[in-house]
């Protein structure tokens, strides 16, 4: 990580970009997010420009290259926000930047009143699970919709 390095969030225009990020995450942890390479390969630029209504968090370095995302995603208002699609490049882990990009997200769900920010993660991804309790968050007794799945949630001060 030789370079400087920043988060900004994506607009419908970066579509292109949320693609191949979205695709190497796929490709990188296949076992990490409920879906798959194959499924999302399909799909088309509409798709790609709908996701990007939930706001997607992109670290790249100063030269442009990703090194990492994560997506605060809300399925409708009454719900509590969620962080998926989270990952960092493998030459980029550990320095930060998933850090940053939790950082980004809970900012723009407290900015929002939000009183709690959850996510999923699968119990054998021990470095997922570890680096979510480093920044707050705390299994919540919640299981997700995948066996091995489980919620953690963090809760933002009033
Ligand atoms: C999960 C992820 C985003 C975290 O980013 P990161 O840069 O690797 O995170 P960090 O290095 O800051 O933190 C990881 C922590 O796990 C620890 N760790 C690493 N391997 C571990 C293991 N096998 N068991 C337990 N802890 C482990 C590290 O020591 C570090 O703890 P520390 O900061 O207290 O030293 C990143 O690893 C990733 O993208 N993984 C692949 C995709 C993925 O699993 N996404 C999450 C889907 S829910």
């Known amino acids: 990580m030789d370079d400087g390095w920043g988060v900004r969030r994506l607009c419908g225009d970066d579509w292109e970009r949320h693609r191949a990020v979205r695709l190497a995450m796929l490709l990188d942890q296949p076992g990490a997010y409920g879906s798959t390479f ?7 630029e509409t798709t790609w420009r709908e996701r ?61 009143g939000d009183a709690v920010v959850r996510l999923h993660v699968m119990r054998d991804n021990p470095r997922a699970v570890a680096f979510y309790e480093r920044v707050g968050f705390a299994f919540d007794g919640s299981a997700g919709d995948i066996a091995g799945c489980d919620r953690m949630s963090r809760v933002l001060p009033a």
């Open 38 to 44: 194959a499924r999302e390969v399909a799909f088309d």
């Open 52 to 112: 990007l209504d939930h706001p997607v968090l992109l670290a790249e370095s100063d030269a442009g290259l990703p090194l990492g995302a994560a997506t605060l995603y809300r399925p409708d208002e009454s719900h509590d926000p969620e962080i998926v699609a989270m990952w960092v490049a493998g030459h980029a882990r550990g320095h930060g930047i998933a850090d940053a990009l939790v950082q980004a997200c809970v900012d723009l769900a407290g900015a929002r």
